[in-house]
């Protein structure tokens, strides 16, 4: 069950994140398929770094290290840190997410085939994923480079 540990839940959503921004741009010719996918991709995700964020706040532990990517060049490693008041911000950020993932379902009908829906979900799925950044950064680096995103 190394599967359900904080880190890899975390993990988990923001590979989810990625997919739904990937089938929103894939399906733009479909716009109420494209937002069915990517909004229910936003939910689960969601599900998911919600329960990450909430597993680790009543564990007790202090920080969990997420190491993505390590770069030969100095300061440029891409770390993400998972701590309490880290988890806090994402439980809070994953509530929200899938309160306006749910709005967004019924909200978005009267846009279909005026406006390209598709847009808006990955801008959407971008703009969650970088928050995710910024809340986990690990460095000033990486957390400059989350910020500007945002």
């Known amino acids: 069950m190394d599967w359900l540990t904080p880190s890899s839940l975390l993990c988990w959503s923001i590979i989810i994140y ?3 921004a990937i089938v929103a741009i894939n399906f733009y010719r479909h716009p109420h398929l494209c937002t069915l996918l990517a909004q229910s991709g936003c939910i689960f995700a969601s599900v998911l ?6 597993s680790l706040l009543i ?9 993505p990517f390590k770069s030969t060049i100095p300061f440029i490693s891409i770390g993400m840190t998972l701590d309490s008041l880290s988890a ?4 809070i950020l994953s509530i929200i ?10 909200y978005l009908k009267h846009y279909y085939y005026k406006r390209n829906v598709s847009t808006f979900h990955a801008l959407y799925i971008g703009f969650i994923l970088s928050m995710m950044f910024v809340f986990t950064a690990g460095n000033a680096v990486f957390f400059f480079m989350a910020w500007e995103i945002t």
């Open 49 to 54: 770094s919600a329960a990450s964020a909430f």
């Open 18 to 20: 990625l997919a739904a």
């Open 88 to 91: 806090f911000f994402i439980l």
């Open 97 to 106: 997410v899938c309160c306006v993932s749910i709005y967004s379902i019924g």
């Open 59 to 67: 564990s007790g532990k202090e920080k969990l290290i997420i190491v």
